[in-house]
């Protein structure tokens, strides 16, 4: 059974630091493109980073660059997602995502995705 499940999110506070996690079970994500997405409270699910499957590069949402950092470790089957310096406006729920399909270049930050975990919430706040 493939499955996606998050993990890592909390409440913390301005200026701090989080690591996501996004465990990867009943396949491998050796050749998928694997990218991350947050939805806010009544805003729409937006990717913000990515790595992808046709040139092992990350790509970040342009208000993200320089806080965020993706990141895979094979032998574990995980995917991270490193957030230095929160804001309040990164409060969201934040989903991880896999797909088998090729996706070049900034396409892996759209929804272009097929397996996705239920999500983990971060809430920034002092």
């Known amino acids: 059974q493939v499955q996606l499940v998050e993990s890592g999110g909390g409440l913390v506070q301005p200026g701090g630091s989080l690591t996501l996690s996004c465990v990867a079970s009943?396949?491998?994500?050796?050749?998928?493109?694997v990218g991350w997405f947050r939805q806010a409270p009544g805003k729409e699910r937006e990717g913000i980073a990515c790595?992808?499957?046709?040139?092992?590069?990350?790509r970040y949402l342009d208000s993200v660059k320089g806080r965020f950092t993706i990141s895979r470790d094979k032998a574990k089957n995980t995917v991270y997602l490193r957030i230095n310096s929160l804001k309040p406006e990164d409060t969201a729920v934040y989903h991880c995502?896999?797909?088998?399909?090729?996706?070049?270049?900034?396409?892996?930050?759209?929804?272009?995705?097929?397996?996705w975990g239920q999500g983990t919430q971060v809430t920034v706040s002092s």
């Open positions: 009943g396949f491998t994500l050796d050749s998928h493109a």
């Open positions: 995502a896999t797909t088998p399909d090729w996706l070049s270049g900034s396409y892996c930050l759209g929804n272009h995705y097929s397996n």
């Open positions: 790595i992808s499957n046709y040139d092992d590069i990350a």
